[in-house]
Each structure stands twice: as C-alpha cells, then as structure tokens.
C-alpha cells in the first residue's frame, strides 16, 4: 500500500470497483476518497461542481498519481430516480459545457462519429459468430450512419447507470466514474438513459426537463446509438468470457430490433 499521510491514523482500504485503483482512506474523524492515476479531466469535472470536490493530487515514487477527492455521506440513486427532474438537468449541464469539451480535446479525444463506432463495430463483428439479430443490427446502422449525423457534440459520460450518480445528504446530486467519457452526439447518453430508465410514453415528458424536444431526428439518433453501444457491450462480454453478462446484452439487442420495425 503506498504512503500518502504524515501520520499512521489513516487506515486505507479497497473502495471496490472493477479496476481495483479506488480507495477509501479513513481516521477517527475523517474519510476521504482516493484513486490511483485518474485522468487529468477529474480537476474540471470538480471545478464545474459535477463529481466531490477535488482535495489534492500527489504523485508516488513509482510515477503513479493519487487524486483525493471529499466522501460524500449520502446514496447512490435507484432506477427510479432515473425519472427526475435532478438527473435531466444534471445531464444538460454536463452536455453544455465547454470547459469539458476543452480539457477532454486536450487530452487527445477525437471526437467520436458514427463512422467511427462502425469501423470499430466491424472487427468485432468479424471475430464473432454473428446470427441474425446481430446481422440485423449492423444492416441498420449502417443503412442508416448517414442520417445520424450531428455536429454539437459534446461530452458525453457513456455509461450513464444508476449506480454511478450520487446524491449526498444536502440533496445535491453528482455523476462520478468518468473513466469512459467520450465526445460524441448528446444523444449517446440520453438514449441510455430513456431506454433503460424511462416508460416510452414519459419519453417527451422527461427530455422537456432536459430541454429538448423528442424530434423524429432525435429518437433515430438515440436509437442508433442504443443499438451500437449495445453491440459493443455484448462483444466486450464475449472477449473477456462473461458469456452470462453477454446474453443479457443480446436480449436486449433483440428488442431493439424490434423497436426498428416499429418506428423505423
């Protein structure tokens, strides 16, 4: 474990996660969050008040970089809590600002485009075994790239789940785990967040609060995203053997075939 207090009051302990680089270090009357070389992007991500403030930065012996951010004594939010007015306007907040979209370009982070996502989407569909609701999905996001096209792009979180945003105990809400941030058409996030979070018929109510209207543009965009980054979750399932985790994203993928008969 590496040496970051003056003093040995501080007992520090896995913080879980799938990476294993988050910490909690705690003494008699203070936590305080801690993770090994997070990216640069995390001091703005504080500034514009979107994750717990940022405390300090040390670099290691070794070139590692610890960050070390408040503990918020509060909760992560249920699916239910998806629905909220927080969440939308949390997010347009996030899809508004430039400083981000600054830092995250700084950091080398080409925008990504639906080209892009299909040259990706085709290696992994070549090393795959691809049956008909998998060759249904790539014949749709092909057909329909063209029409996807939007240049406000922004930056997006990209794996907006509900574990990952957090309210304390003030009731002031954050999004946090941004290590899969990307920049790209808001409409990548918003449709994870409507498909997996909100009834359809609450669809047009809930981008309101967000501030946007649900355009027949829109709901192509949000679909053909759905669609891509579903794929790309099922394939990085099957590369890595979690064939159970897999099978939920084909399931999925499945329905959203069926969504394209309907609308498209």
């Not at 294993?20 to 990216?39: M, T």
């Not at 590692?64 to 939010?77: F, M, P």
């Not at 609701?133 to 749709?140: K, L, P, S, V, Y």
């Not at 979690?242 to 498209?264: I, M, V």
Request: hydrophobic share 45%; aromatic share 12%; with cysteine.
């Amino acid at each position: 474990m590496f040496q970051l207090f003056d003093n040995e009051d501080w007992v520090i302990s896995s913080a879980g996660g799938v990476t294993g680089e988050a910490y909690l270090a705690q003494s008699s009357d203070r936590k305080i969050f801690l993770k090994r070389n997070s990216s640069p992007f995390l001091a703005v991500l504080s500034a514009e008040g979107i994750v717990p403030k940022l405390l300090w930065t040390k670099r290691l012996e070794n070139g590692d970089v610890i960050t070390a951010q408040e503990w918020l004594n509060g909760r992560e939010l249920k699916a239910v809590d998806m629905k909220s007015t927080q969440v939308a306007h949390l997010l347009k907040k996030i899809h508004s600002s430039e400083p981000l979209v600054f830092m995250l370009s700084r950091l080398g982070n080409a925008p990504v485009t639906p080209p892009s996502i299909l040259g990706e989407l085709e290696e992994c569909y070549a090393k795959h075994r691809a049956h008909a609701g998998i060759r249904e999905a790539m014949n749709f996001l092909k057909t329909n790239a063209k029409n996807v096209n939007y240049s406000g792009k922004v930056v997006c979180h990209s794996d907006i789940n509900h574990n990952n945003w957090l309210m304390d105990n003030n009731g002031y809400l954050y999004l946090v785990d941004w290590d899969q941030a990307i920049i790209a058409d808001p409409a990548l996030d918003l449709g994870l967040v409507l498909y997996w979070y909100i009834d359809e018929a609450h669809w047009a109510e809930w981008l309101a609060q967000y501030g946007w209207p649900l355009t027949a543009d829109l709901r192509l965009r949000m679909h053909w995203y759905m669609l891509s980054q579903t794929l790309m979750f099922m394939f990085w399932h099957w590369d890595r053997g979690q064939y159970k985790q897999a099978k939920l994203y084909e399931t999925d993928l499945l329905r959203l075939n069926r969504f394209s008969h309907k609308y498209f």
